[in-house]
């Protein structure tokens, strides 16, 4: 337990400290958030009664804990140019991202499992070469272009598949949407799915040279009994963690995945509020996915002890 | 340890026909990028007359919709991208390097605070913070190469300071130590010259993952603007006019592969020299 409470008072800090950032951030730019309210025919007077009623005259470090104060109660301002509550516009915006992000990493996982044991399993073969090849492709490819080849091939030259959007106009049918997401899904599945490929691989060969493998061999089991009663579970253990540590790439991936196929989502919104310059919404997205990733990491923390038997009976 | 790494690097290289083709894939890169003027067109001369001609002897990757030569571009492109890859891993690795080992060697409170700083910066959505950051500040090449610096030199950080904990406990490092050497010469003599192969095969790694960032940057039309030729902002105009010339997509986009690509396998080999170096 005591390790759980260490992993805890880490993340509060984590957050605490990502709550500075992004409030250094908002302070740092340009412009006077004032102005966003000013109209031509205000008078100084007035300009200086609404500068104090927003609380910009206050210290710089209590504006940043009526901010935070705020926060904690769920309260994350609202937007400059539309004035909607921040939170409500990206909860509004949140399932679409979801969609995305957990189709393509459940595919992934599903993907990358059989296919990494393989490949672990006999090293330097030709079909771990022709993996391997893929996933330093997978790796290396910028997400934005290959989005953009799968939108020629698919939508400009077979006219097959829709190349933006989640829905089309006035159709709301789950099959729509299916077609709408298979793009932007498959992009950022051959993303993820190079990565995660590359971890088991690499766990896999580490796990064929232990002691309990060559044990056994010797007691006569065969390679596919060992490798999936045995490896397999000491393989995919590590993939908890790297699954919680790559939240933040996937993130960012998504948010440019939903940039090429304007998927309405969060990223696309996040790029919207900083064209903007909503600060407020910025900063709310900004927030919000850092709580995200350092809830992430923190599930995966646990999931580990209560996956991997020696931490759990040490708790 | 370094002369084992440099051995082990060169039969690596020799048996890999593959990292010696990525090797090979940089110099050229980097001479071309070096020596664009020298071979190039006027990668800013406009001839309305041929405007969108697909590839020829004339121009080897076509002209784009001002009629500017696209090979010109590409080369130039590659400029900016290698410019930007080279100089926020400078700055990456100086910082993470310099984290790592205080971190690691002072331990403590110090550490505490720096590994936790570090967490948070790993927490933030580092895509979108470039974004914001661009945003604020004026588009431009040193803009870019200094947000792109100061965003991504958390993992090095890391990896310094695991190695830094252990470095500190061996015998030469002791040694100094008893005979009074201060923190700061102990870090920098001692310390990390013996960790070098690692910091450049996380610098290799860097290199590649800038490339993708400043592109990814320059084609949400932020990082590196028009006129400057930048790969990233090619494929951004090259979005809209996929139907009538589909090259001007392709030749950026497989510019980018390449060079990822090549660093990042070369980054692997380096990896696997540093294996068999420290065993």
């Known amino acids: 337990m005591k390790h759980l409470k260490n992993k805890l008072i880490q993340s509060a ?44 005259t206050k210290p710089v470090y209590v504006q940043y804990f009526i901010w935070l104060g705020n926060i904690l109660r769920g309260n994350f301002g609202y937007s400059l140019v539309n004035t909607r509550p921040v939170l409500d516009q990206i909860l509004q915006r949140l399932p679409a991202t979801m969609i995305l992000m957990a189709s393509s990493l459940i595919i992934s996982v599903f993907i990358s499992i059989p296919i990494g044991l393989k490949c672990g399993e006999k090293p330097s073969s030709a079909f771990d070469k022709v993996i391997s090849a893929l996933s330093y492709i997978g790796i290396s490819i910028p997400t934005y272009w290959f989005g953009i080849i799968l939108i020629y091939i698919f939508s400009v030259n077979m006219g097959i598949l829709p190349s933006i959007g989640m829905h089309t106009d006035g159709s709301s049918s789950f099959v729509d ?15 993820n799915t190079a990565q995660f490929t590359r971890y088991i691989r690499s766990s896999t060969i580490t796990q064929m040279s232990q002691d309990y493998v060559l044990v056994q061999k010797s007691f006569g089991y065969t390679r596919k009994e060992i490798l999936y009663k045995n490896v397999l579970k000491n393989a995919i253990l590590p993939m908890i963690t790297v699954l919680g540590m790559s939240l933040q790439s996937l993130i960012s991936g998504a948010m440019i995945c939903e940039q090429v196929f304007s998927w309405p989502g969060t990223g696309q919104l996040a790029v919207t509020a900083v064209t903007t310059f909503d600060y407020p919404l910025i900063m709310g997205i900004t927030m919000l996915t850092a709580i995200m990733i350092v809830a992430g990491n923190l599930l995966a923390d646990v999931l580990y002890m209560i996956a991997d038997p020696r931490i759990r009976s040490s708790l | ?85 080279f100089m926020a891993m400078f700055i990456s690795t100086f910082i993470g390097v310099v984290v790592g080992a205080i971190s690691g060697f002072a331990g403590g409170l ?46 090095i950080a890391r990896i310094v300071r695991g190695e830094t904990l252990s470095l500190k406990e061996r015998e030469f490092v002791i040694y ?25 095969v996380s610098a ?32 951004n105009s090259a979005q809209n006019k996929l139907i009538t010339a589909p090259y001007l ?17 070369l980054g692997e080999v380096l990896r696997d020299s540093l294996k068999g170096g420290r065993s």
């Not at chain 1, 605490?16 to 006077?32: E, Q, R």
């Not at chain 2, 008893?178 to 700061?184: M, T, V």
């Not at chain 2, 039309?221 to 902002?233: D, E, F, K």
């Open chain 1, 13 to 56: 800090l984590v957050l605490f400290l990502v709550s500075i950032l992004c409030f250094t951030l908002s302070k740092l730019a340009p412009g006077d958030p004032v102005l966003t309210y000013v109209q031509p025919n205000m008078s100084e007077s007035y300009i200086a009664t609404l500068r104090e009623r927003l609380g910009l």
């Open chain 2, 110 to 155: 110090t550490d505490s605070v720096l590994m936790r700083l570090v967490d948070a910066l790993m927490s933030l959505p580092t895509f979108l913070i470039m974004v914001v950051m661009n945003a604020y500040l004026e588009s431009g090449i040193k803009n870019v190469i200094m947000i792109i610096g100061f965003l991504t030199w958390m993992s």
């Open chain 2, 1 to 85: 340890m370094n002369n084992n790494f440099g051995n082990k690097l060169r039969t690596n290289l020799r048996k890999n026909p593959l990292a010696l083709l990525g090797l090979a894939i940089i110099i050229v890169l980097s001479l071309a990028a070096i020596f664009a003027p020298v071979f190039t067109a006027d990668p800013n001369a406009l001839d309305v007359k041929s405007r969108l001609a697909g590839p020829s002897i004339n121009h080897f990757f076509g002209t784009d919709d001002m009629g500017r030569d696209y090979f010109s571009r590409c080369i130039y492109g590659g400029r900016t991208s290698l410019l930007v890859g």
């Open chain 1, 177 to 191: 949407l299916i077609r709408h997401l298979i793009l932007p899904c498959a992009v950022m599945t051959f993303v």
């Open chain 2, 249 to 265: 997509a392709i030749f950026p986009g497989i510019l980018i592969l390449l060079t990822v690509l090549s660093f990042n396998y």
């Open chain 2, 176 to 200: 100094s130590r008893i005979s009074g050497q201060s923190a700061f010469k102990i870090i920098f003599r001692h310390i990390i010259p013996n960790m070098l192969p690692i910091i450049i």
């Open chain 2, 204 to 235: 290799t790694i860097n290199i590649a993952q800038a490339i993708l960032m400043e592109s990814a940057l320059s084609f949400f039309g932020l990082g590196i603007v028009p006129p400057t030729a930048s790969w990233g902002s090619m494929l």
